[in-house]
């Protein structure tokens, strides 16, 4: 149950930007000081993302006391670093409901309030939206409308941004880039871009000399055009002079400012006012903190990123105790693992794209470091460099959330499938991923995978499963290699049993029964058995049967089941079209069988936010919905008894 906290006594009196604008610029301190730590006291108790809106409380108070919003539009990129901005747009007595199951998202959504003006959630998206926004608006005749992109360090590793930026270089529309410059994303950033960024902001001539620009440029643009093309070319020069580097951004055509310090909030708001009047587009450069204000999550800023319930006094992260062993992590699973395998194979590579702590592939880049690789927000670079990686005798394990994977769909077809190369794709979070809602629910892994040729798609229904999986993904000539499991523990607190191989396509029989068969995959077969063993104490003996390979799929194992059974219940934790229900149904069709089916999954609709379990019942497929649809469908048997 989310619990709701008193604001301080300006944060109480605003509602929506309209009343910051009715402060003067000495309060705007004030509001920073309370509406961070409203953001505190709020996410310690209910939980949520953390350090990245702490990171731009300053940033987002003089956005919204400068812009002109929603008139003016503000795209926030993922949005995890959104939550002032909530709080000031109409949301802060509803906080308190972030990310709870019917609550307010977790991240900027169209739906619910006009001032997030674009859905985010994946990285790296702000640019190209915002310069929709800006080209839409030039083009409707709306010259005085400003659109700012709020875009952190680690996002504009993508190429998503390259891509936005080169085109808005050349557009001359009315657009913002707010470089958001913290060295984080929810790990430490990596690449070229990194070091390039630091390089300006060490530059000690440079930024003696940025400080005045934007109000120079900004008096001289009232002199007439052909002043402010002058000045725009001293500067030029100049800059190039005191800082070869700082051409990045100018050879795309943008102006660059910068950097300034992203916590100065009256400092902050005066450059604002100033880029205002600058026409065309424009990169400001803020040098941030992620986790501002608490000393716990600036100095260890990965583990601050979205910590739980915590005491906001003492920083303890609160964590549910009990005295017998607890199954681990799917993805620790997988990090203790990988490491396993590749002391025995040497050919083994790691490569994750900027989720190392969220992967657990830490582990591998810590013991193994020239093995493991984090590559930055860049799924279809990952992919294909996995690619290459496996034309050199290699066996990359590339891993990759669900979610995020559908953003290097076309490598996975062009540069692997079609190679029939051994890349094996470890797809975490599969399913329904819980409170960060629809952009990261793994609703559609099974189906987009399993339609590609040369592919082997698998699911492990447990610990063991998922280690055994990942053995057999590994030896040789295995070609392109699915592994979906699921966010959070598994079921086998006794997880680390010895590795041995899964015939490929083979899948199991987990009970016997009679009336009704059970097929499942995955991880979503242990709610099937918390079913099952309830239907039993009532008379219903239903047989229930582990797929495991949705391609291919084990057809003894179906003639078995139709030749039985004219009763079919399907349960998958994805999408219900074009997963492994409909792959049961064409095998059916295929094959001349006659039964009733009916499947259980992720219905053809986006699903909210929630706990996993909220989620499973509110879509029909938990262990309740389960018993409820073999009651329908089944005979109930009294006194009797299937042999196991």
């Known amino acids: 149950m989310s619990m709701q906290v008193t604001p301080g006594d300006l944060l109480q009196k605003i509602n929506y930007p309209s009343d910051l604008k009715q402060l003067t610029e000495d309060q705007l301190e004030q509001v920073c000081q309370e509406l961070r730590q409203y953001i505190i006291d709020v996410v310690s108790v209910n939980g949520g993302h953390f350090g990245a809106s702490l990171g731009v409380v300053e940033l987002t108070v003089a956005l919204h006391y400068i812009l002109n919003t929603p008139y003016d539009q503000l795209v926030w990129d993922v949005g995890h670093q959104a939550y002032g901005h909530k709080i000031l747009t109409g949301r802060r007595d509803n906080f308190h409901t972030n990310r709870v199951y019917k609550g307010i998202s977790g991240f900027p959504k169209r739906s619910e309030s006009e001032y997030d003006t674009f859905g985010v959630g994946h990285s790296s998206t702000s640019v190209s939206a915002a310069l929709g926004m800006a080209v839409a608006s030039r083009y409707k005749g709306e010259t005085d409308r400003q659109h700012v992109a709020v875009i952190g360090d680690g996002a504009m590793t993508a190429g998503m941004a390259f891509e936005a930026l080169n085109h808005a270089g050349i557009e001359n529309s009315n657009i913002l880039v707010i470089l958001n410059d913290n060295n984080m994303s929810i790990d430490p950033n990596v690449g070229a871009l990194k070091q390039y960024l630091t390089d300006i902001t060490t530059s000690k001539p440079y930024n003696r000399f940025r ?155 810590k013991a193994m470091p020239d093995r493991a690789f984090d590559v930055g927000i860049a799924e279809q670079h990952a992919v294909t460099f996995s690619a290459g990686l496996a034309t050199q005798g290699l066996i990359p394990f590339c891993n990759i959330y669900s979610s995020f994977m559908q953003r290097a769909y076309d490598q996975v077809i062009h540069d692997v499938a079609i190679q029939k190369l051994n890349v094996v794709f470890c797809l975490d979070r599969a399913g329904i991923a819980g409170a960060d809602g629809p952009t990261h629910h793994g609703a559609y892994d099974l189906a987009y995978m399993r339609c590609i040729p040369n592919m082997i798609v698998s699911a492990p229904m447990n610990e063991e499963e998922l280690r055994n999986l990942m053995y057999t993904a590994q030896q040789d000539d295995m070609g392109p290699f699915v592994i979906r499991y699921p966010r959070g523990t598994g079921v086998m607190p006794d997880w680390q049993r010895p590795l041995k191989a899964i015939p490929v396509g083979k899948g199991r029989k987990v009970t016997d029964g009679e009336d009704v068969a059970i097929l499942s995959i995955g991880a979503i077969g242990n709610e099937v058995i918390r079913a099952s063993a309830e239907l039993n104490s009532e008379g219903f003996y239903p047989a229930h049967y582990d797929i495991r390979f949705v391609k291919p799929l084990d057809e003894n194992l179906l003639h078995e089941v139709f030749q039985k059974f004219s009763k079919v219940i399907t349960v998958e934790d994805g999408c219900i079209e074009g997963g492994m229900g409909s792959a049961i149904l ?56 299937i042999a196991s």
Request: hydrophobic letters at 35%.
């Open 211 to 365: 400080d005045d620009i934007a109000t120079v440029l900004t008096k001289i643009s009232s002199m007439g055009p052909d002043a402010f093309k002058f000045a725009k070319k001293i500067e030029k020069s100049i800059k190039g002079t005191l800082l070869k580097k700082s051409n990045f951004f100018e050879a795309l055509q943008f102006r660059y400012f910068g950097p300034i310090d992203g916590h100065d909030v009256k400092h902050l708001a005066k450059v604002l006012r100033d880029l205002r009047d600058i026409p065309g587009p424009k990169l400001l450069h803020c040098v941030t903190v992620k986790g501002k204000g608490y000393a716990l999550a600036e100095k260890d800023q990965t583990k601050w990123h979205a910590p739980g319930l915590f005491d906001k006094i003492t920083g303890e992260i609160k964590k549910s105790k009990s005295d017998k062993p607890q199954p681990p992590k799917y993805q620790d699973v997988f990090g203790h693992t990988i490491i396993e395998l590749a002391e025995q194979n040497p050919k083994i590579m790691g490569i994750t794209p900027a989720m190392p702590s969220g992967c657990s592939l830490n582990l591998m880049m």
């Open 586 to 641: 064409e095998f059916m069709a295929d094959n001349n069988y006659s039964a009733e089916i009916v499947r259980l999954g992720i219905p053809d609709e986006f699903i909210e936010h929630g706990e996993q379990p909220e989620l499973w019942a509110e879509c029909g497929y938990d262990a309740n919905a389960i018993m409820e649809q073999v009651k329908k469908m089944g005979i109930k048997r009294n006194q009797h008894t």
